[in-house]
């Protein structure tokens, strides 16, 4: 099967430097099981057009769960559940796009993937 | 989205609503400092969005503030918790669409942060456990040095509460291991210490 991005994103996304999407990821969602609203792109919602183009077109995670966990002290509104993948391959490309934020990964899925089933609720303990 | 009663207020004074600096990012910017008409420094947290409108929180800040902030010495609410308070509203495209003067304590608390939550999470208090024994005890600063502590070569400088002092105290004169739990302060190489006991071992 041949993985694709979508035919509108701009020319430079994905960039060149991105690797195969491999591992986990953690996010903060607002439904169970999250749904693909939960994991749209500003590409998708249209928001903040004059951002860069080709991150407008990838998903904000995390690499550890502590960062998804500070996450939602800091912006409760975000959401208060926080979904986890096992990105492979199939799934897209992704880079550490960290800055100040040690784990902040950019993933670019491929066109038809079903992003939403991917994820599951981590359940908390106690 | 929620409503408070507020004062409509002027929004041009924070136009264009662009960062100037990004504090903390996640799918666009969620807190950055912005610079007004004014020439004046301001710290913005996205609070909440509906559909095509996200909510910001607008205080002024200083660049006291903001290292603080930055370096953990002061949590994000603290930076926020400002006498003088604004709420913006943005469209999609970014662009204000209007802007209202309130009570920062009328804001719903969760749609600000969590109290004693730090911009980033490795300036966030590390929960540690460890056992030593206590040296330069400083009964008016409230403090002490661990040193000895298992398997390091390092110290670690305590701050505690008045109603530890007598444990610390005892501990101190009997010169006995002990088993410090506290909490640390990445900005100040410092620790502080909630509860203390005797090691099993000891002395």
């Known amino acids: ?126 | 989205m929620w409503n408070i009663t507020g004062k409509p207020a002027n929004f041009s004074r924070f136009q264009p609503f662009e960062p100037a600096e990004v504090l903390y990012e996640f799918d666009g910017p969620r807190i950055f400092t912005l610079t007004d008409n004014d020439d004046e420094l301001n710290l913005v947290y996205w609070s909440d969005e509906i559909e095509q409108t996200s909510r910001y929180v607008v205080v002024p800040t200083t660049a006291k503030i903001l290292t603080a902030l930055k370096k953990g010495s002061i949590s994000v609410f603290d930076a926020l918790n400002q006498p003088r308070c604004w709420l913006c509203d943005a469209n999609q495209l970014g662009e204000l669409t209007g802007c209202q003067r309130v009570e920062f304590e009328d804001i719903p608390r969760d749609s600000l942060p969590g109290i004693g939550t730090m911009l980033l999470p490795s300036l966030e208090p590390q929960l540690l456990q460890l056992e030593g024994r206590i040296r330069e005890l400083d009964k008016d600063r409230l403090s002490f040095e661990l040193r000895e502590i298992d398997g390091s070569s390092q110290t670690q400088r305590f701050v505690f509460d008045e109603d530890l002092l007598e444990e610390v105290f005892q501990s101190f004169e009997a010169n006995v291991r002990v088993l410090v739990a506290g909490r640390t302060f990445p900005a100040k190489n410092l620790a502080y210490a909630y509860a203390l006991s005797r090691s099993p071992a000891s002395p």
Not at chain 1, 48 to 76: M, N, Y
Request: charged letters at 25%; one cysteine or more; proline letters at 9%.
């Open chain 1, 1 to 126: 099967m041949t993985h694709q991005f979508p035919t509108d994103w701009p020319s430079n996304s994905p960039p060149a430097d991105t690797a195969d999407a491999a591992g986990a990821v953690f996010r903060i969602v607002k439904s169970e099981p999250p749904t693909l609203k939960d994991l749209e792109t500003h590409h998708e919602t249209g928001k903040l057009p004059k951002a860069p183009a080709c991150l407008r077109c990838g998903l904000s995670v995390f690499r550890e769960i502590r960062d998804a966990e500070h996450q939602r002290r800091l912006i409760p509104k975000l959401g208060s559940l926080i979904a986890h993948a096992d990105l492979q391959a199939g799934h897209g490309k992704t880079k550490r796009t960290d800055g100040k934020q040690p784990t902040h990964t950019t993933w670019w899925p491929y066109q038809n993937i079903n992003r939403a089933s991917l994820f599951s609720i981590l359940k908390e303990e106690g």
